[in-house]
């Protein structure tokens, strides 16, 4: 009777220790949301001088006064999630595009991005910073890149208010492969500022 008692005891023990691990696993595989929404605005850099006088915003940058930037982002695993964004502008009479000051009128843009996020590494869930890498489809008043092809290069961090909400900045630089070929002209910088929503995203008091 004590030997099968003893059994028991240790059957019971080793069924308890795999759920404890399976539990632990679960928790740490977990993703830290699901989906994650942005609205934001969004400012067009397209002077036609890369790397010149980056932060001098007038006459360079061309930006509305309302967010203009729909996002959407699914989380896969492992820090890796994949992106869709839709972007509109406008260019003005007064800002300088491509070294010219008399260039208007509207801007469409759509970029398909994969993306990695830092914070899976960093354990912890209130900065996350982010590269990303995709391709994009620029529309824009320019009778000579009208329609534009690019792969796409950035960097941004999110900062979380909470599990749900937060504040996202990035920046991307855009580099044509039609019309042309990574000219100059046709490259831009195209920066984002806004907010997100993490739909289904995991409580801080959980194991990040």
């Not at 824009?140 to 999110?158: H, W």
């Amino acid at each position: 009777m004590c030997m099968k008692l003893k059994h028991t005891l240790i059957l019971v023990s080793f069924i308890s220790l795999l759920s404890f691990q399976t539990f632990g696993q679960n928790i740490k595989t977990q993703k830290p949301y699901k989906f994650m929404y942005g609205l934001a605005w969004n400012a067009i850099d397209d002077d036609g001088r890369p790397f010149q006088d980056l932060l001098r915003f007038r006459p360079r940058w061309n930006m509305l006064a309302f967010p203009t930037t729909l996002s959407l982002d699914y989380y896969y695993k492992d820090g890796m999630s994949f992106e869709g964004i839709l972007n509109f502008n406008r260019y003005k009479y007064s800002n300088l595009v491509n070294n010219d000051l008399n260039r208007s009128g509207l801007l469409f843009n759509i970029d398909v991005n994969f993306k990695y996020s830092f914070s899976v590494l960093m354990e912890q869930p209130y900065v996350d910073p982010f590269v990303f890498v995709g391709l994009g489809y620029t529309r824009r008043p320019d009778p000579e890149f009208n329609n534009m092809f690019s792969p796409n290069l950035g960097i941004g961090f999110n900062f979380m208010i909470n599990e749900d909400l937060g504040i996202q900045i990035r920046t991307a630089g855009k580099f044509a492969v039609h019309p042309v070929f990574f000219s100059h002209d046709s490259n831009y910088l195209h920066h984002h500022f806004g907010v997100i929503y993490k739909m289904d995203a995991m409580p801080w008091n959980e194991d990040f």
